[in-house]
């Protein structure tokens, strides 16, 4: 009996210590990268090492829950242990303007006397019949893209969408789609199977077909990074795994429609790996009306507030310090996951925006993020009543971002 049962009981509790695991991001100085070293230690603890970074001095290991952090750090080498936690990177404001709808009373008083008609609600509705125009969104049009794509459009500047994935069989993003991978399956299919990803890639670069919709760089190579579930949902470590992609793969720019309460040592890391390797990175600054968002509030991030039709701080926007341009984010319409075309708001959808306006300063000579930070700011205007805090610089101009 004894030895029948011993087997069972074996593999019952190698079940058990699996399920109750833990994930953590392990950071270790540079001198103790070779020779496994840092894998035999944690293999010593009883964890295992599950992915292994290639740019920073970090690693993934599991741990039995027995295993706390304090015996982690005891291991040579070792400088920071953080939790690898799964959580929602991704909340969609309501698609409301905040400019709110006129009374009754007060649209009979606006026929009475003719006034109060320059309100956006009404200065909105423009009689457009050129199919070019039509094709371009407000947020696009609010920035003078247009103006700007004499200017090459982006053409071969490399952006890389680090997001739910996209739908690269939609027809205004099928053209300019070039690649891409999907971290969270650990596959190069980053199919978008919750649609914010297809949404945000629309805005940085949909083909100009007068049909659907046009983004800031409707030239630009559109690279697809899949880091966040069909919930919405990621490890801390996919984003880093996700950024790592991108910039071994010599990105040009990256955005990053999502964000998170807290950073991450290995998180840092790679927004600095980043930067020195040339690359912009262009996050949201987060819609919880707040201070910035995790991982738009590292330095090296471009981040970006949002704006609504009438140049007004969006009401969920996230503000602060590192905030360095604002751009539009209500009721911005652009691809839907499945085809055709949908609308939505939050600083997911402003940052876009600025990513493709990166492109385009990219494609106009602007060598390096400090660069294309520097340029973006020159073409900004503070927008009237808000503070640097709500917008940064201001509001972009892509004609004099390429002039």
Not at 197 to 207: L, P, Q
Not at 225 to 238: E, H, I, R, T
Request: charged share 20%; glycine share 12%; with cysteine.
């Amino acid at each position: 009996m004894r030895k029948l049962f011993g087997p069972l009981a074996a593999l019952l509790l190698a079940t058990a210590v699996s399920a109750s695991a833990s994930q953590k991001i392990v950071s270790f100085d540079p001198a103790y990268k070779g020779g496994n070293i840092i894998e035999k230690g944690i293999e010593g603890i009883g964890g295992k090492v599950t992915r292994k970074f290639t740019l920073i001095d970090a690693v993934v290991a599991s741990f039995p829950d027995d295993v706390k952090d304090a015996s982690i750090y005891t291991l040579k080498g070792v400088t920071h242990v953080d939790e690898d936690r799964y959580i929602k990177w991704i909340e969609e404001a309501p698609s409301m303007n905040s400019v709110q709808l006129p009374s009754v009373e007060s649209v009979l008083n606006m026929v009475r006397t003719g006034e109060g008609w320059e309100a956006p609600v009404f200065g909105e509705i423009k009689a457009d019949t050129d199919p070019a125009q039509k094709e371009i969104p407000w947020g696009v049009r609010r920035v003078n893209a247009a103006a700007a794509w004499d200017y090459g459009a982006g053409k071969g500047v490399k952006v890389a969408i680090v997001d739910t994935g996209m739908d690269y069989t939609h027809p205004d993003l099928a053209p300019n789609y070039k690649g891409g991978y999907n971290i969270v399956a650990d596959n190069d299919n980053p199919m978008d199977d919750q649609g914010h990803g297809t949404h945000v890639s629309g805005t940085i670069g949909a083909v100009q077909d007068l049909k659907g919709v046009v983004g800031i760089a409707p030239k630009a190579d559109l690279y697809a990074v899949k880091v966040l579930d069909k919930n919405g949902s990621g490890q801390y470590s996919w984003i880093v795994a996700g950024i790592e992609w991108a910039v071994n793969h010599h990105m040009d720019v990256i955005n990053m429609s999502l964000g998170g309460g807290s950073g991450t040592d290995a998180l840092k890391q790679v927004m600095t790996k980043a930067k020195e390797a040339g690359v912009t990175v262009v996050c949201a600054a987060g819609n919880d009306s707040g201070p910035v968002n995790y991982p738009a509030k590292y330095p090296e991030a471009i981040a970006v507030s949002a704006s609504d039709s009438s140049d007004k701080l969006a009401y969920f926007s996230s503000r602060g310090a590192e905030i360095a341009v604002i751009a539009p984010g209500v009721s911005v319409y652009s691809t839907r996951k499945g085809g055709g075309f949908t609308t939505m708001s939050g600083t997911s959808m402003a940052s876009p925006h600025v990513a493709g306006l990166a492109a385009l300063a990219v494609g106009a000579g602007a060598k390096g993020p400090d660069a294309v930070r520097a340029a973006l700011k020159a073409a900004a205007t503070p927008l009237p009543g808000l503070t640097p805090a709500e917008q940064g610089a201001g509001l972009v101009d892509a004609f004099k971002l390429v002039r």
